[in-house]
């Protein structure tokens, strides 16, 4: 299992090369979890035999979407990188932040779309993203939120309302 645990993140990192992913942006999507999530799913995979083959070239008749369970997150990371689209932090702040809290962002995205809109809009136009994005990285959801962030009132709204 060792052994295995080495290898594969240096065949991860290969392939991301071979899918023009760069590393610091595929780090910072879902404020670095879905990255985390695809190295987890990388070191446990069981088809690490065609990925090697498919890296040296000897496995032409597969693609990496053929045996790769991240080979989605591959694609939507080059993606961002191609169109040149926001994947930075900043744009993940708001789930982030209610993840934080212990609520789920999709849960709320879809029960509560245009709460959960609201919230976008405003965290795109603060001046604190910085401050913020720097407090949930050491998570500490709750350090300043009351001080610099705009949408407070709204997500302390949504957690009283989830917690009822």
């Given at each position: 299992?060792?052994?295995?645990?080495?290898?594969?993140?240096?065949?991860?990192?290969?392939?991301?090369?071979?899918?023009c992913v760069k590393w610091a942006e595929a780090?910072?999507?879902?404020?670095?979890?879905?990255?985390?999530?695809?190295?987890?799913?990388?070191?446990?995979?069981?088809?690490?035999?065609?990925?090697?083959?498919?890296?040296?070239?000897?496995?032409?008749?597969?693609?990496?979407?053929?045996?790769?369970?991240?080979?989605?997150?591959?694609?939507?990371?080059?993606?961002?990188?191609?169109?040149?689209?926001?994947?930075?932090?900043?744009?993940?702040?708001?789930?982030?932040?209610?993840?934080?809290?212990?609520?789920?962002?999709?849960?709320?995205?879809?029960?509560?779309?245009?709460?959960?809109?609201?919230?976008?809009?405003?965290?795109?136009?603060?001046?604190?993203?910085?401050?913020?994005?720097?407090?949930?990285?050491?998570?500490?959801?709750?350090?300043?939120?009351?001080?610099?962030?705009?949408?407070?009132?709204?997500?302390?709204?949504?957690?009283?309302?989830?917690?009822?």
């Open positions: 299992m060792l052994n295995r645990y080495l290898h594969c993140p240096e065949l991860m990192d290969r392939m991301m090369e071979r899918a780090a910072r999507v879902d404020g670095g979890l879905a990255w985390l999530e695809a190295r987890t799913k990388c070191i446990f995979c069981r088809h690490v035999e065609t990925c090697c083959n498919w890296l040296e070239g000897s496995d032409t008749s597969t693609t990496p979407e053929d045996f790769c369970p991240i080979s989605e997150f591959f694609e939507s990371c080059a993606e961002h990188s191609s169109t040149g689209a926001d994947v930075s932090a900043d744009a993940r702040l708001i789930p982030w932040r209610l993840q934080q809290l212990g609520l789920d962002p999709g849960a709320v995205k879809v029960c509560r779309t245009s709460t959960y809109q609201d919230l976008e809009r405003v965290c795109a136009s603060c001046k604190c993203r910085q401050l913020c994005a720097r407090d949930l990285a050491r998570g500490d959801v709750e350090s300043g939120m009351r001080s610099y962030c705009p949408n407070a009132p709204t997500i302390d709204a949504l957690v009283f309302d989830w917690v009822l």
